[in-house]
């Protein structure tokens, strides 16, 4: 006897006669992962304009006007070189707590040389001292990190109490007299109404840009700061780069320093006070990796810039200089909760990709 087996029913449904991906095309997927890590490497910018349209609408017209537009130019230009000076050292995997007090010391030091040598030192030997006197600083930093291997935590933190005292050891009092006017200018003053801060700031934004992307050097760095053993393995200086890297941290706070007591128009005991906290904040914020291995100049000055807008719009709504103060303690915390998002985001797009 035959059995016959009936067929299984077919579905006639449109679906079933068509095999649909529901993903995107990989091409497409590209670049739609593509713009999203360019928002997330690029969020500061976002945070920026929004931090700034917020501002505006709270204080009006008043966050806009020329004054309080001068104060945020100057106050991010002079804490920009303390902001890369930090980003650096992070990009390589070390962190340096003395820039603040290497602007703040550097600045007293030099401006009391230049009052007291003014008629035998010219402003421009002083703009040199100050750098060679910072280089020196970020040196001493870079030879027990880098040379002996010691913990970059420990060392920093020594050199910013030697930095901090010292500094109350050359003058319990600003110095204002005998300062050189052109000394002074390049912090403080104006050129056809553009601040020649700024084209300080340009300058050395530019400087940094092409040493970190566009040199052997720069690639070294990023390369030992996301993974110091393969460094090695492919040949690279550790102790070389990380060196270095102090060094330029110490010039560039020195740069700080210089433009501090130009916009204060005098060098006083306290002037960085506070300003490693703000660095590191503008550092991260800006998309410098805790962990190493990633950030960018260009973003970095925009995390300088948003805490200039902060400042800026903050007292201007009434808040006391502890207030703001307190803030920006939040805005630490803020940094690092912010850096381990983003981190983990780019890393999931990176991959997905």
Do not use: H
């Not at 801060?197 to 340009?202: E, P, S, T």
């Amino acid at each position: 006897m035959i059995r016959v087996t009936p067929e299984e029913p077919r579905d006639e449904s449109p679906m079933s006669e068509v095999n649909v991906d529901r993903e995107d095309p990989p091409a497409e997927r590209g670049t739609v992962d593509d713009i999203k890590l360019f928002l997330v490497d690029n969020f500061i910018w976002v945070l920026l304009f929004g931090s700034t349209l917020v501002f505006g609408a709270i204080n009006g017209s008043a966050f806009f006007n020329v004054s309080n537009l001068r104060f945020v130019v100057f106050s991010t230009v002079t804490l920009s070189f303390l902001v890369v000076a930090e980003g650096l050292c992070l990009i390589s995997g070390n962190f340096d707590l003395s820039v603040g007090q290497t602007a703040g010391f550097t600045g007293m030091l030099n401006a009391l040389l230049l009052a007291e040598l003014a008629p035998w030192m010219p402003w421009y030997l002083g703009v040199l001292t100050i750098l060679i006197v910072g280089a020196v600083i970020g040196a001493f930093n870079g030879f027990f990190v880098a040379g002996l291997g010691l913990n970059p935590f420990l060392i920093t933190l020594g050199t910013y109490l030697v930095l901090q005292y010292g500094t109350l050891e050359v003058s319990l009092d600003p110095i204002r007299d005998g300062i050189p006017a052109p000394y002074l200018a390049i912090g403080g003053e104006s050129v056809a109404g553009v601040p020649i801060a700024i084209f300080v700031l340009i300058a050395g934004a530019g400087l940094f840009y092409v040493i970190l992307r566009r040199t052997k050097f720069g690639s070294n760095v990023y390369s030992v700061g996301g993974d110091p053993d393969a460094s090695k393995r492919a040949g690279i200086s550790v102790t070389n780069t990380v060196f270095w890297v102090f060094v330029l941290s110490g010039v560039l706070s020195a740069v700080s320093g210089l433009l501090y007591t130009g916009f204060l128009g005098s060098a006083t005991p306290g002037m960085a006070d506070g300003s490693l906290f703000l660095a590191f904040a503008g550092a991260v914020i800006g998309g410098a990796s805790l962990s190493g291995g990633r950030g960018s100049i260009l973003n970095m000055i925009g995390g300088a810039l948003l805490i200039g807008v902060f400042d800026a719009g903050l007292l201007m709504t009434g808040a006391s200089g502890n207030q703001v103060n307190i803030f920006f303690g939040f805005l630490v915390i803020a940094a690092v909760i912010v850096n381990r998002a983003r981190e983990a985001v780019s890393d999931r797009l990176t991959m997905s990709g």
